[in-house]
């Protein structure tokens, strides 16, 4: 996750959500070449051009060379089901598209997504259940190591089921403001310090203005 130096990924009317530096793009794609699966949110696919693709030829041959497919699974998640059937992941199909959703999608609704995706799984009633949404994954697409990149509700709900074991952070040089702005993490959140998600910092490296930053997500004690 890219944010800005208070906290933000996106300003408070999420016109602008894309901020980083050309550094910051590079290693999104670096971090893709490293995984099975590449997630987001119906949100953030919808809003922007966003294809969630392994990117050049360079980092397809960095996927290859690491003993993986050249391109990416592409997974969304909406719990909903309002995901626009003409967002510009659907108009490129150089890999599968899983959607992850819920009974409360409804009939009209599954019934279009599974017009443009190639499977659509309810893992759930009201919410997404995400340890058996993963375990299916694993067992149906052989998504081993997966990468999200947001949004914030998304993130938020990974992290209150525990299923979060990196965390990368670049910091950029701005300030959006605004108490209504996503942050990358949010939903329910926390409310006690006992079921805060503790980070272990595993390096930090300084790139002109910006900070890349790396996080382990700390074991929770049963």
Not at 27 to 36: I, K, N, P, Q
Not at 70 to 77: D, G, P, S
Not at 172 to 177: D, E, L, M, N, V
Not at 210 to 218: G, I, L, N, Q, R
């Amino acid at each position: 996750m890219a944010m800005t130096s208070d906290g933000k990924i996106a300003t408070t009317n999420r016109t602008v959500s894309s901020f980083g530096s050309k550094r910051d793009f590079e290693h999104l794609l670096e971090l893709r070449s490293t995984a099975d699966a590449v997630m987001s949110g119906a949100r953030t696919v919808g809003s922007n051009s966003v294809t969630l693709g392994p990117g050049s030829g360079r980092f397809r041959r960095m996927r290859l060379e690491r003993g993986l497919a050249e391109y990416n699974l592409r997974i969304i998640v909406s719990g909903s089901g309002r995901i626009d059937p003409q967002a510009a992941v659907f108009r490129r199909h150089f890999s599968p598209i899983i959607v992850l959703t819920t009974e409360q999608a409804g009939a009209a609704r599954l019934e279009s997504l599974r017009a443009v995706a190639d499977e659509v799984k309810i893992c759930g009633r009201r919410e997404i259940d995400f340890p058996h949404a993963f375990q299916w994954l694993r067992r149906r697409w052989g998504v081993k190591r997966l990468l999200c990149e947001g949004g914030g509700e998304l993130n938020g709900a990974l992290f209150r089921a525990g299923l979060v074991n990196e965390l990368h952070l670049t910091v950029c040089p701005k300030i959006f403001g605004g108490h209504d702005a996503p942050t990358i993490a949010d939903g329910e959140g926390a409310l006690k310090l006992a079921d805060a998600t503790g980070l272990r910092l595993k390096s930090v490296k300084r790139v002109a203005d910006e900070f890349f930053v790396v996080y382990e997500v700390k074991s929770r004690r049963k």
